[in-house]
Nanobody, 113 residues
Framework: VQLQASGGGLVRPRGSLRLSCTASGSTFSLIHMGWHRQAPGKERELVARITNTGVPDYADSVKGRFTISRDNAKNTVYLQMNSLKPEDTAVYYC????????WGQGTLVTVSS
């Protein structure tokens, strides 16, 4: 399995970005997916995750601002990020959460004026 993340970039505070993560292979509809992030000097943290049937779960810090979704036909999980804050600046990673874990590459999100 390979995970290809994209969509990061520079955005102003209160702006929006959508991250995408596409998986190879034929088992995507069976796996739970997640987005994590790591800010400079901080530990990696869970941002959001979604079950194989589409049930989401969010970190308190992003509830109401971020939305995780998936398109099983495209083997892709998305993270729509709205109302971005400077403290959202981090490298964002997608990960297979269940039934096994696997990290994808990161994509850098910078929120700055």
């Amino acid at each position: 399995v390979q995970l290809q993340a994209s969509g990061g970039g520079l955005v102003r505070p209160r702006g929006s970005l959508r991250l995408s993560c596409t998986a190879s292979g034929s088992t995507f509809s069976l796996i739970h997916m997640g987005w994590h992030r790591q800010a400079p000097g901080k530990e990696r943290e869970l941002v959001a995750r979604i079950t194989n049937t589409g049930v989401p779960d969010y970190a308190d810090s992003v509830k109401g601002r971020f939305t995780i979704s998936r398109d099983n036909a495209k083997n892709t999980v998305y993270l729509q990020m709205n109302s971005l804050k400077p403290e959202d600046t981090a490298v964002y990673y997608c990960r297979i959460e269940r039934p096994w874990t696997y990290w994808g590459q990161g994509t850098l999100v910078t929120v700055s004026s």
